[in-house]
């Protein structure tokens, strides 16, 4: 099973808050799980990744938590700010049995923050 | 450094028309995607290839077709353009450098079938 779950599929906080995304995958093989950004009209770029060795991975305001048991990852914004207003996708790949190398992505969240 | 470039920007299609998008990375990449982005979606794989010449079908490949003569370009033909092909496409990058797969996308290319 290649999907990778997203939720939720779009997400309004305030200026200063917390945002929480989640994602959840299948396929055991996987063993990188990277986060994107995306603003409008620009495409994705990469904003953080994790392997499933560790637990959590921090880049400044920004988090991800990995349960390797659970099979869940999961961005967390600190701070937010009205810059960080995009959608975010989460991937999951890695799988050496991929022959083309893609990554899964979840289906997006489109984050709102609040001045 | 460019990186993942994509032409047109934008284009409007009459139903029953084609065209190419066109898509050029400066990487030396041998991994290349399409992807096609509907509104308020994700990301959904057309078609892909992992070196000059070798291509295959991804989640969506019905109606379109690609090729991939050399390490840089895979442009991406729409043949017969129908209504469900409005969306937005991006192109994709990406090598294989360890446990790092990270993949480089293009600005992305709006196209309307009216």
């Known amino acids: 099973q290649q999907q990778v779950k997203q939720s939720p599929q779009s997400l309004i906080v305030q200026k200063g808050g917390i945002s929480i995304i989640n994602c959840a995958y299948e396929?055991?093989?996987?063993?990188?799980f990277p986060w994107y950004q995306q603003f409008p009209g620009k495409g994705p770029a990469l904003l953080i990744a994790?392997?499933?060795?560790?637990s959590e991975k921090k880049e400044g305001r920004f988090t991800i938590s990995f349960n390797k048991s659970a099979k869940q990852f999961s961005l967390h914004i600190m701070d937010s700010q009205p810059g960080d207003s995009a959608t975010y996708f989460c991937a999951a790949g890695g799988d050496m049995r991929n022959a083309g190398n893609m990554l899964t992505f979840g289906g997006g969240t489109r984050l709102m923050v609040k001045p | 450094n460019a990186g993942v470039t994509q032409t047109p920007k934008f284009r409007i299609l009459k139903i029953g028309q084609s065209m190419t998008l066109q898509c050029a990375q400066d990487?030396?990449?041998?991994?290349m995607y399409w992807y096609r982005q509907d509104p308020g979606m994700g990301l959904k794989l057309i078609y892909y290839s992992v070196g000059a010449g070798i291509t295959d079908k991804g989640e969506v490949p019905n109606g379109y077709n690609v090729s991939r003569s050399t390490t840089e370009d895979f442009p991406l033909r729409l043949e017969l353009a129908a209504p469900s092909q409005t969306s937005v496409y991006f192109c994709a990058s990406s090598r294989r450098q360890g446990w790092n797969t990270e993949a480089f996308f293009g600005q992305g290319t709006r196209l309307t079938v009216v």
């Open positions: 396929n055991t093989a996987f063993d990188y």
């Open positions: 990487m030396n990449h041998n991994y």
């Open positions: 994790i392997r499933p060795d560790v």
